[in-house]
């Protein structure tokens, strides 16, 4: 076996952790998937927009998971802070909690594990594989300020500032590691 096809079988090995029939503590597969982006998304991206194109569905889709994740108490919909007439799906501190039993967990655990030079290798290749294949499939990559064209970084090392130029907003420092649906990757 070549070894691309060996870590592909691994992979795929890997995937029943996120990719499942059925239910997993009451939520399915691409309900737990939503929740988890909405846990780890910016401000400008927790709307039903933004997690149909993370889930690659519809808005129409992504609005019915929204809604049973709502139904469930683990979301709630609130006007955005930035446009009234937008609405923003928050994750409730019930949806936190419940986050705690994410079939993903035990995966997660695993990459803990291993030593940190390890993880950032792993991290890193599969963002360059995750990026040519969305590059070859003409889908859009969802990933992190850091990573993203638009972000301006300014000031000393301890006073670093950041600014998105796509909205025009200052963003703190946490906020550059969250999820981020218009993130465009540099060229
Ligand atoms: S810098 Fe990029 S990833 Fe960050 S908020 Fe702006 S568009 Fe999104």
Redesign the pocket.
Known sequence: MSMAIEIVQLLIQSADSWLFEGSRSGLSDREWMALRFLARA?R?SRTPTALASFLGTTRSVASQIAAVLQNKGLVARKPSADDKRSITLCITGDGERFLERDPINALRDQIVALEVPDRSRLRDTLRRVLVGLDVAQRRHHT???SQ????IESGERKERQFK????RKS?AQKE?SLF?A???GQT
């Not at 998105?164 to 909205?167: A, G, Q, T, V």
């Open positions: 910016n400008f990933d992190v300020c993203c064209m638009f972000l998105c130029r796509l909205f963003l550059t981020c218009y993130f465009e």
